[in-house]
């Protein structure tokens, strides 16, 4: 079914710490996987995504793993600014078929 | 700026009127679609267009939902009689079919039922 969050858990981190966002996806058969940003008001914003056949990639100052055996999806981000204070959010999708998003997570950053 | 844009980007409206949502895509951007957020929720996906064809609803689209996409080009979304629980961000997003499924998503038009 659709994945909704209904609870938003929340991690903080120290400026300049790293910072690891986990997500558990639903659907073992999904085969794109992507991270977003979402600044209060605003719409996502795209950061990251990563194909089944992959179990890792790296951009700038982020990192997406993948586990397809416990379903898990992670988001490293190097060096946490007070920029990277957002919800983040994972999104699945199978076949070219529509995203479904997970529960996002707040990260705050705090000096 | 070349994003999807979105408009309005506030709307507050009475019970029972009803209230019609613009969307710009990414030009050449085949793929359009449309999902709901409330507060605290991951988006949910209400419908998306391949060019001009609606392809896929999701439940949550009432009969009191409609969305068009006549030229391939802009998207519409009404919403007819509204209620409170329409209250959300409506959000717009569009894809590039060739890019797999990366989307990208406009800044949302805030609905408020009062």
């Known amino acids: 079914g659709e994945s909704v969050g209904l609870h938003l858990p929340t991690l903080s981190v120290q400026e300049g710490d790293n910072s690891i966002i986990n997500c558990a996806y639903s659907n073992s058969a999904s085969d794109y996987f992507i991270w977003y940003k979402q600044e209060s008001g605003k719409g996502p914003q795209f950061i990251i995504d990563i194909r089944s056949n992959m179990d890792k990639r790296q951009g700038q100052r982020v990192t997406v793993l993948l586990n397809k055996t416990v379903k898990h999806l992670s988001l490293q981000i190097a060096a946490t600014q007070p920029g990277d204070s957002a919800v983040y959010f994972c999104a699945e999708s199978y076949n070219t078929d529509k995203l479904i998003f997970g529960t996002g997570t707040r990260l705050q950053v705090f000096p | 700026d070349t994003g999807v844009s979105q408009d309005p980007r506030h709307k507050i409206t009475k019970r029972g009127q009803n209230v019609t949502f613009r969307c710009d895509p990414i030009?050449?951007?085949?793929?359009l679609y449309w999902y709901r957020q409330t507060l605290g929720q991951g988006p949910e996906f209400l419908t998306y267009?391949?060019?001009?064809?609606?392809?896929?609803k999701s439940r949550l689209l009432s009969d009191r939902f409609s969305a068009e996409r006549p030229k391939g080009s802009f998207s519409t979304l009404e919403i007819q009689r509204t209620e409170q629980g329409d209250s959300a961000m409506y959000l717009c997003?569009?894809?590039?079919?060739?890019?797999?499924?990366?989307?990208?998503f406009g800044e949302g038009s805030w609905l408020t039922v009062v």
């Open positions: 030009s050449e951007h085949n793929r």
């Open positions: 267009f391949q060019n001009e064809a609606q392809l896929e």
């Open positions: 997003a569009s894809s590039p079919t060739w890019s797999g499924n990366t989307i990208y």
